[in-house]
């Protein structure tokens, strides 16, 4: 993928299905790319979506790309707020993953 590091998923669908590799890329790239929403939020976004869906490994990789975008703590933080909002303490729980360090 471009630009940051692929998730872990990536290799095994570059080596079992590359076209489909290369639709995902290409997708994300035109949704994740800057528009009326930022790229970094839109990074936030998606952090949000992986704590609501419980995929603590998922919010630890997108906090520190959205880190790398220029995200600020605060706005991980607030981000993992809305999900606490919306999903309850499971979101907070698994949000918090944002704050692991490895």
Not at 20 to 40: H, P, V, W, Y
Not at 66 to 76: F, K, L, P, T
Request: charged share 25%.
């Amino acid at each position: 993928m471009t630009q940051q590091q692929a998730p872990p998923y990536m290799a095994a669908l570059l080596a079992n299905d590359p076209k489909m590799a290369e639709i995902l890329t290409a997708n994300r790239d035109f949704i994740i790319q800057d528009g009326a929403l930022s790229a970094k939020v839109k990074t936030l976004m998606t952090m949000m979506c992986d704590a609501l869906l419980a995929h603590e490994d998922g919010v630890k990789a997108i906090a520190d790309r959205a880190r790398g975008m220029g995200a600020s703590e605060e706005e991980i933080a607030e981000t993992i707020r809305v999900a606490f909002w919306m999903g309850g303490l499971p979101a907070l729980v698994t949000g918090m993953n944002a704050f692991r360090e490895d």
